[in-house]
């Protein structure tokens, strides 16, 4: 390497990072000897990434490194900014790498690094403290809705009139249809994983209630804070777009545009099991997820219609990892990555589909997950966060089993959060109540018949975080709440309900949170019109109330055979 080139390297780092400058003897002892190892090495993309993985474990950095590693999990417009790979300084090394090789002038390079890296926000994880009441009434929360993490972990769902957040009291509430040949046989389509699909009998259908066995509640507090968290940052992302527009691209001239901005930006790694990071600069967040193209399984690919070939690729109960296993491997992936977990929980695996598992009679034909998902639980406050459902909210990362690989992470996002003062419920009357009720989700199991206990435990006191739509914008909020575990449920009753039960804590909320109708169930049923209706034409879906079994043979026709529902 000549001196030029040295001096250049050089230059580059101290505009990104000045205060290296001091540790100079240092810093070309390093590059000197990365260069030595393989004297053709140019200054290129992978040069970046060998001498970023040297700084990041050499001493040398050891000055800086407490300026770098602020409380914060990253923070997302810092001069220091943490990616999920390291800092800015080699993301934007790469970037100055990108320029030089567009044809930017070293001048124009210089500028960009030196004013357009972006300082907008502090170096330390903050909370503003804001009047009370500052976020407007949340009355509005207070209402029953479905959760967006029990669609996305694949929980049963059902249809309802006026609300939603209910799940199938019974994996076999499904569609049965029967035929003539063979009348005995009914074929239950459940979206259940691994629910037996051959049974000789209708099931019967439970309605459940809730009943609080925990220990007297202790109220403690007229008041506390509700958090909102702060998302994105203009200056950041017009800063990543003056980096971008500063490069010549053949056939297009960004001079003619103006005021842009980065909404996001999208990284991907070019090697076998590599993954694809996704900024997105509005809602300040990072995902990571799987470079689809590097995981292949040529072998499983190869079945094309073999459903034999298919089957042994089957994740099965064997292939699991202990839980200490994935957690390891979760953990690993997060070091690697200089993902700080200052702010987050123990560790814990998301074994939801164990549950139907351990229910189902078929356990040689139950579809295990092919992948896993370990979740740190966020912290504010010393407390949990946890969704509306119960479930810990906060970085959750991806394994993938048949691999044996973490493949994807997210819930990444800076710890910057407003705060602001509102009343609870003091009464514990009401708070047990609305618990017994169904809590944040409801309860839609409403029957005169078959009605099975089921028991919440002495609930934890956590913060749930919900979403708001409000001025043009989604807004995330942190509210005080406590969670209800479900501490004994009926053997053999098919609850495939929630594990908990959520109650916000913020007494506006609970106003409609016990003043709301209480949704029907309804099912889908074959061969008819809607329920109610008259003169359906035949073949239609029907939608029948789901309270009790319907079963009712419908009049066979030519398009149709006859329906068991």
Same mark, same amino acid.
Request: proline fraction near 5%.
């Given at each position: ?45 992978a040069f970046v990434s060998r001498l970023k993985a ?14 770098? @590693?602020?409380? #914060?999990?990253?923070?997302?417009? +810092?001069?220091?900014?943490?990616? !999920? $790979? =390291? %800092? &800015? *300084? ?28 972006? @300082?907008?926000? #502090?170096?330390?994880?903050?909370? +503003?403290?804001?009047?009370?009441? !500052? $976020? =407007? %009434? &949340? *009355? ?19 249809f309802g009139m006026g609300g939603g957040g209910g ?22 389509v459940s979206p259940m994983a691994g629910v037996t ?369």
């Amino acid at each position: 390497m000549s001196n030029e080139e040295l001096k250049q390297i050089l230059s580059e780092l101290y505009i990104l990072e000045p205060s290296l400058k001091v540790k100079e003897a240092d810093l070309i002892i390093l590059v000197q000897r990365m260069t030595a190892s393989k004297p053709n090495l140019k200054f290129d993309a992978a040069f970046v990434s060998r001498l970023k993985a040297e700084i990041m474990k050499s001493p040398l950095t050891s000055q800086t490194e407490t300026k770098i @590693n602020i409380n #914060s999990n990253f923070n997302f417009m +810092d001069k220091k900014l943490y990616f !999920a $790979f =390291g %800092s &800015l *300084a080699v993301a934007s090394l790469a970037f100055l790498f990108f320029l030089k090789t567009t044809g930017v002038s070293q001048q124009t390079q210089i500028l960009i690094a030196d004013n357009k890296v972006g @300082n907008s926000q #502090s170096d330390t994880a903050a909370v +503003d403290v804001l009047p009370a009441g !500052a $976020f =407007g %009434s &949340l *009355a509005s929360l207070g209402t029953t809705a479905i959760n967006a993490n029990n669609a996305s972990a694949g929980k049963a769902v059902a249809f309802g009139m006026g609300g939603g957040g209910g799940v199938a009291a019974s994996a076999e509430m499904a569609t049965f249809t029967a035929t003539p040949a063979d009348a005995s046989s009914i074929a239950a389509v459940s979206p259940m994983a691994g629910v037996t699909t051959d049974m000789k009998i209708m099931p019967p259908y439970y309605g459940f209630k809730y009943v609080y066995k925990g220990e007297p509640l202790n109220l403690e507090g007229t008041s506390a804070a509700v958090y909102r968290r702060i998302k994105g940052d203009d200056a950041a992302a017009k800063n990543m777009a003056n980096l971008i527009s500063a490069a010549s691209f053949s056939g297009l001239d960004f001079s003619t545009f103006s005021n842009l901005k980065a909404a996001n930006i999208t990284l991907m790694e070019d090697k076998d099991l590599g993954l694809v990071v996704y900024f997105d600069f509005n809602e300040g967040n990072i995902n990571i997820y799987e470079n689809w193209e590097k995981w292949t399984y040529p072998e499983r690919d190869a079945c094309a219609n073999d459903q034999s070939c298919w089957d042994r690729y089957r994740i099965k109960i064997s292939d699991v990892p202990a839980d200490a296993d994935l957690i390891s491997m979760a953990d690993g992936f997060l070091s690697t990555h200089n993902v700080q977990l200052d702010h987050y929980g123990s560790p814990l695996v998301d074994n939801y589909w164990r549950d139907s598992y351990e229910q189902t009679a078929d356990k040689t034909n139950f579809y295990i997950p092919e992948y896993a998902t370990v979740v740190y639980p966020l912290l504010i406050d010393g407390q949990a966060v946890r969704d509306q459902s119960g479930n810990y909210a906060g970085l959750r990362v991806t394994i993938n089993l048949h691999k044996k690989a973490a493949s994807g992470l997210n819930g990444l996002v800076p710890y910057r959060y407003e705060s602001s003062q509102y009343d609870l419920e003091t009464a514990t009357d009401t708070i047990v109540k609305i618990a017994e009720n169904g809590g944040w989700n409801g309860n839609y199991y409403f029957q005169a018949e078959n009605v099975q206990t089921i028991e919440l435990g002495t609930p934890e006191k956590a913060y749930v975080q919900i979403y708001r739509y409000a001025a043009n914008r989604n807004e995330e909020l942190l509210v005080p709440a406590l969670i209800f575990p479900v501490i004994n449920v009926p053997s053999g009753a098919y609850y495939y309900g929630q594990k908990y039960v959520t109650v916000p804590l913020v007494k506006e909320m609970l106003n409609d949170l016990g003043n709301q109708p209480v949704p029907m169930p309804y099912m889908i049923k074959e061969g008819g019109g809607t329920s109610g209706s008259s003169g359906a034409s035949s073949g239609a879906i029907e939608i029948a109330p789901a309270s009790e079994p319907v079963i009712d043979l419908v009049e066979p026709t030519p398009a149709s055979k006859p329906v068991l529902r």
